[in-house]
């Protein structure tokens, strides 16, 4: 009998501790579950414009998409927009369009378009490092193509349900070609000449914040040194409010600044931009 009993003693120490030990394994596999999170997209459409006819004669649209991806510790996001806008011109300034004027051809007043691809990889839940691809073509400021390759940091300083703030550094690679700055109208745009590298250095500030669930503000800037010549500085600032009209449209109104100290020959440093554009959170 005692053997039994000792056995009986040894099954019923064990068999709890065989329990416990399955338990600990189940919870330890839904935690590590729960922390990976699932991927997540998000692609969001924006179109604004404006017709003008009768006495004057002009129409301008504006079009941007975002695209963003992140799963585990990646993000791609994808980026474009496109400004255009053309008129009848008032030739003569003589205060009216006379029948020579209305029967031309419209010229293009703006004509801006740009993209841009981002890979970042998160080395914590603050930290990335991140890869940058960009292009634009803006005549009237001086560029018929601009593309620049940047490797840089990101750090998010708040990271809240409904704050956001960050910094990033980062150093970028530009290939400028200018178009002649003595054309004009549509001939402007068939005029590139000259062309430039520019190595620069990068700091941006990012901010975002959810007043509520309907209204929320942004305000993106970024300054950019050239290392070979200092004085040759670019700030570039984003500032936008949205309001929610449903689950799925908002009502945008941003402010797009640019300012370039050494800008291309002929051309002004500060080109500023508002638009009022919907958005629809297509998902």
């Excluded at 991927?39 to 504006?62: C, H, M, R, W």
């Excluded at 378009?113 to 990335?128: C, M, P």
């Excluded at 005549?139 to 193509?145: E, I, L, Q």
């Excluded at 914040?209 to 070979?228: G, K, L």
């Amino acid at each position: 009998m005692q053997p039994l009993l000792v056995v009986t003693l040894l099954s019923s120490l064990s068999t709890p501790a065989l329990a416990q030990d399955d338990r600990a394994d189940f919870s330890a596999a839904d935690q590590a579950t729960e922390e990976v999170e699932a991927p997540q997209t998000d692609l969001a459409a924006e179109l604004g414009g404006a017709l003008v006819t009768g006495n004057a004669v002009s129409y301008a649209l504006n079009a941007s998409l975002a695209f963003a991806h992140t799963w585990t510790e990646n993000k791609l996001t994808i980026g474009a927009g496109a400004n255009y806008a053309a008129g009848k011109v008032d030739s003569d300034a003589g205060g009216s369009l006379d029948a020579t004027e209305r029967a031309a051809a419209a010229q293009v007043l703006t004509r801006k378009v740009q993209g841009d691809l981002r890979y970042d990889r998160y080395l914590t839940d603050k930290d990335a490092l991140y890869v940058w691809a960009g292009g634009l073509h803006d005549p009237f400021a001086g560029y018929d193509a601009r593309v620049h390759e940047q490797l840089g940091y990101a750090r998010a300083l708040v990271k809240s349900e409904h704050s956001h703030l960050g910094v990033e550094i980062g150093f970028d690679w530009a290939e400028e070609f200018f178009v002649d700055p003595q054309t004009s109208g549509n001939d402007l745009l068939e005029s590139s000449t000259t062309y430039e590298n520019v190595l620069a250095g990068r700091v941006g500030v990012s901010l975002s914040h959810d007043f509520n669930e309907n209204v929320s503000v942004s305000d993106e800037a970024n300054t950019y040194v050239n290392v070979i010549s200092p004085a040759d500085v670019r700030v570039l600032n984003t500032a936008s409010i949205s309001s929610k009209l449903s689950d799925v449209f908002s009502l945008k109104l941003s402010n797009q600044l640019t300012f370039d100290n050494v800008p291309v020959e002929g051309f002004r440093k500060l080109d500023e931009t508002t638009l009022v554009t919907f958005v629809a959170s297509i998902f």
